[in-house]
């Protein structure tokens, strides 16, 4: 499947529209397949996701999301830069 390059911007705006309607699981949705885009989209979906969680005042789900946003993809240089650090710092135990 071919994706648009203005996809992301319609999933945000549907996200938003979702949102405004407290249709919180349709908002959490559209910006999944932000995430899932990846990139700064992938950001950019994180953020709402954590913005809608708290408007909704389900504070615990926004909490999780920020910490999974957080996280470094698997296989980014990110996480492999993280792992051989903790190699080098179990060696010098």
Same mark, same amino acid.
């Given at each position: 499947? $071919?994706? *648009?390059?203005?996809? +992301?911007?319609?999933?945000?705006?549907?996200?938003?529209?979702?949102?405004?309607?407290?249709?919180?699981?349709?908002? @959490?949705?559209?910006?999944?397949?932000? @995430?899932?885009? #990846? #990139?700064?989209?992938?950001?950019?979906?994180?953020?709402?996701? &954590?913005?809608?969680?708290?408007? %909704?005042?389900?504070?615990?789900?926004?909490?999780? &999301?920020?910490?999974?946003?957080? $996280? +470094? %993809? +698997? #296989? *980014?240089? &990110?996480?492999? #830069?993280?792992?051989? $650090? %903790?190699?080098?710092?179990?060696?010098?135990?």
């Amino acid at each position: 499947m $071919r994706r *648009s390059p203005t996809a +992301p911007i319609f999933l945000e705006r549907l996200g938003a529209v979702d949102r405004e309607r407290n249709k919180t699981a349709l908002a @959490i949705a559209a910006y999944q397949k932000m @995430i899932e885009l #990846g #990139g700064e989209q992938a950001a950019r979906g994180y953020q709402n996701q &954590v913005d809608t969680w708290r408007e %909704a005042k389900q504070y615990d789900k926004a909490v999780e &999301v920020a910490q999974k946003a957080l $996280r +470094p %993809a +698997p #296989g *980014s240089r &990110v996480e492999a #830069g993280a792992g051989r $650090r %903790a190699d080098g710092l179990r060696q010098d135990r």
